[in-house]
T-cell receptor, first 110, second 115 residues
Framework: QKEVEQDPGPLSVPEGAIVSLNCTYS??????FMWYRQYSRKGPELLMY????GNKEDGRFTAQVDKSSKYISLFIRDSQPSDSATYLC??????????FGAGTRLFVKA | NAGVMQNPRHLVRRRGQEARLRCSPM?????VYWYRQLPEEGLKFMVY????????ESGMPKERFSAEFPKEGPSILRIQQVVRGDSAAYFC?????????????FGPGTRLTVL
C-alpha cells in the first residue's frame, strides 16, 4: 500500500466550476500536509501548507485535512483555464522526508 | 531573487555514459533534496544533503547513483553507466532548514533521456 494515494485523473471541468481534489494517507504520524501545483514541463510550486486537522483558505483555494479519516482535500472555487495543471498532495511527519501523491491532472475548459 | 536553478534542462545520454545533473539552491538555503519523477508517478525522494554532508540517501539506488553538495558550488547528482530505466525528470528542491514548517522550493527539473 502506498503511503499517499491520489487519483491520477484526468479531471475535466468547465470554467467556473468548483474543483475537489483528494488524497488519502496511511501513516497517522503525518502532521504536515501540502498541496503543490505543477504545470507541464515545470517544477512543482507550493500552493498550500497546513498542520494537523482543519481548514485553510487562500483566495480561491481551500485546503482541508481530516486526520480521523486520513483524508486531505483541495478545493478550487471559480476555476480558471490557468488552473489546468497537475496537483500533487504531499505530507511529512515534521522532518524533511516528504511523501508525494502521484498527482491529479486537472483540465479547466474555457 | 533567483529561485532554484537546475542545469541542464534536458540531457540525452547513451546507455553506459555518465549523467551529471546540477542544482543551485535558492539564496540563503543550505539544504538540498533530489527527487525523481517518472511519467504518471509522483515525486520519489532520492537524497537529502546539507553543505558537505549527505543526511539521508535512503531513496537513492545504491549502485551507479551518487550525490554531493560541496562547500562551494552547486549540488551534483551523478548517474554512472546510465540505463534506459534512468530516463525521468529529476527535480531538485532547496530549503532553509528552519523548523518543522520548512518549505521546499523546487527547480524546473532536468529531463534525462537515455537512448
Amino acid at each position: 500500500q502506498k503511503e499517499v494515494e491520489q487519483d491520477p485523473g484526468p479531471l475535466s471541468v468547465p470554467e467556473g466550476a468548483i474543483v475537489s481534489l483528494n488524497c488519502t494517507y496511511s501513516n497517522s504520524a503525518f502532521q504536515y500536509f501540502m498541496w503543490y501545483r505543477q504545470y507541464s514541463r515545470k517544477g512543482p510550486e507550493l500552493l498550500m501548507y497546513t498542520y494537523s486537522s482543519g481548514n485553510k483558505e487562500d483566495g480561491r483555494f481551500t485546503a482541508q485535512v481530516d486526520k480521523s479519516s486520513k483524508y486531505i482535500s483541495l478545493f478550487i472555487r471559480d476555476s480558471q483555464p490557468s488552473d489546468s495543471a497537475t496537483y500533487l498532495c504531499a505530507t511529512h511527519t515534521g522532518g524533511f522526508k516528504t511523501i508525494f501523491g502521484a498527482g491529479t491532472r486537472l483540465f479547466v475548459k474555457a | 531573487n533567483a529561485g532554484v536553478m537546475q542545469n541542464p534542462r534536458h540531457l540525452v545520454r547513451r546507455r553506459g555514459q555518465e549523467a551529471r545533473l546540477r542544482c543551485s539552491p535558492m539564496k540563503g538555503h543550505s539544504h538540498v533534496y533530489w527527487y525523481r519523477q517518472l511519467p504518471e508517478e509522483g515525486l520519489k525522494f532520492m537524497v537529502y544533503l546539507q553543505k558537505e554532508n549527505i543526511i539521508d540517501e535512503s531513496g537513492m539506488p545504491k549502485e551507479r547513483f551518487s550525490a554531493e553538495f560541496p562547500k562551494e558550488g552547486p549540488s551534483i547528482l551523478r548517474i554512472q553507466q546510465v540505463v534506459r530505466g534512468d530516463s525521468a525528470a529529476y527535480f531538485c528542491a532547496s530549503s532553509s532548514g528552519h523548523g518543522n514548517t520548512d518549505t521546499q522550493y523546487f527547480g524546473p527539473g532536468t529531463r534525462l533521456t537515455v537512448l
